[in-house]
């Protein structure tokens, strides 16, 4: 059987899997960008001035990466999710409301980042099965990254990983 391949040389089938792959780390992301905005408004207490900026650094970071995911799905020729309708009915990371204390803040990143963990290395293994490499790379710089800051939380949070 001869492989049906795109403009990037691809399999045509494996980038549409990936691609509806990466739509669900995409709406999953955009959660957790929004749980950083809201700590990043409504924390307080006496670490305000320490974590308010952290916060803010977080979701310019996940910004960054949220339109690095879309792109990653048009280069592959899907169409990224762009309504909330669609982030809230494929997102399993906690929804983060009215959070004001820092230790629940800091664990509300802690769980978010625990579900896109788990997705990124679902996705790391399909395009490395597809040989898809500017996927695989996205992911594995992800995944490194966000590990380092699950440690720095925990030992923020004085706890074992
Ligand atoms: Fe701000």
């Known amino acids: 059987m001869i492989m ?20 669900t780390l995409l709406a999953n992301f955009q959660r957790y960008y929004q749980n950083l905005r809201g700590i990043h408004w409504n924390i307080k207490g006496k670490r305000f001035f320490e974590l308010h900026p952290k916060f803010e650094e977080l979701y310019t970071d996940a910004n960054l990466k949220v339109d690095a995911i879309a792109e990653r ?20 990371v906690p929804v ?26 679902r996705i790391l293994n399909a395009s490395d099965e597809a040989a898809d490499e500017g996927t695989n790379a996205m992911m594995s710089d992800f995944i490194t990254e966000q590990e380092k800051t699950v440690w720095m939380m925990k030992a923020w949070l004085a706890e074992a990983i």
Do not use: C, M, W
């Open 4 to 23: 049906k391949r795109n403009s990037i040389g691809l399999s045509t089938e494996k980038s549409d899997a990936i691609s509806k792959e990466l739509n």
């Open 73 to 92: 799905i048009l280069t592959l020729g899907g169409i990224p999710y762009h309504t909330f309708e669609d982030y809230t009915q494929h997102s399993k």
């Open 96 to 121: 983060g409301k009215n959070v004001t204390k820092d230790e629940d803040a800091i664990r509300l990143i802690v769980d978010s980042l625990k579900e896109l963990l788990v997705i990124e290395r």
